[in-house]
């Protein structure tokens, strides 16, 4: 019994796949909450779907993965503002074109048969090939994340409980929301190595709406979601090691069962 518990974690690759997905776990689950306290969820999966061709772009070029996200992200604002400016298309429907034609330019930038193997783990995800350089990038990028939602903790707090008063006490809603769509964006690109594009977005969100359903405090609710992620990494990964399942589908996959095991105990909870 100790065996199969402590076998996998001798493995390297193992081990980095576990650090990769604790340092996302972090990110994500702080990020999250904001995410969900902002009601960005949908907003979330769009900018990783939007960002998506930068990212191809980047990887094809040698680029750092953060200046393609960036490209990615000026791009789909470019497009969805000329879009909005059709009088005949509103802002939904403007948001899914840009989104969803964007997506779909990486997907075939990613997937063409002239493009290098290897690309479309930025799609899927290749958590068990993590090296030790992802892992360094990734510790940078969760430091600077950490270090800039530490800086607008208060403004965070202000703009998302009344936007209409928060300018007079020193916030700017439209810097802080630009500012948090960085950090999402930054905790995506952190995430496509392990979990790929298509998947990031459940460990984004979903720690911190199964959180969410646990208390309403923010400080808590970061630590209930930062510890969702990591209890979702390792079973993830189990999972995957003896059930010879795709890891970042398990780990995804126990994130969102998680996340309804909690919402129907509170249902039940709450008729009792």
Known sequence: MIHAVLHPWSEPFMQRALLELVLLGIVGGLVGCWVVFYELAYSAESLAHALFPGLVVAALLGLPLLAGAAAGVLAAAAGIAVARRTPRLGGDSSVAVIVTGLFGLGVLLALAPATPPGLNG????????????????SAALVVSAAGGLLALHRPLLLVGFD???????????????????ALIAVAIVIGVQALGNLLVVALLVGPAATARLLTRR?????????????????????LSYYGNVAAGAAVAGLMVGAYLLVLAGSRLARRL
Do not use: E, Q
């Not at 993590?130 to 990038?137: F, Q, S």
């Not at 936007?163 to 769509?181: E, K």
């Open 218 to 238: 923010m400080a808590t609710m970061m630590k209930a979601a930062v510890l969702l992620a990591a209890g979702a990494s390792v079973g993830g990964l189990y």
């Open 122 to 137: 930025l799609l899927f995800g290749d958590l068990l090939g993590v090296t030790r350089g992802d892992l360094a990038a």
């Open 163 to 181: 936007r209409t008063t928060a300018r007079s006490f020193g916030a700017r809603p439209l810097l802080v929301d630009l500012a948090l769509l």
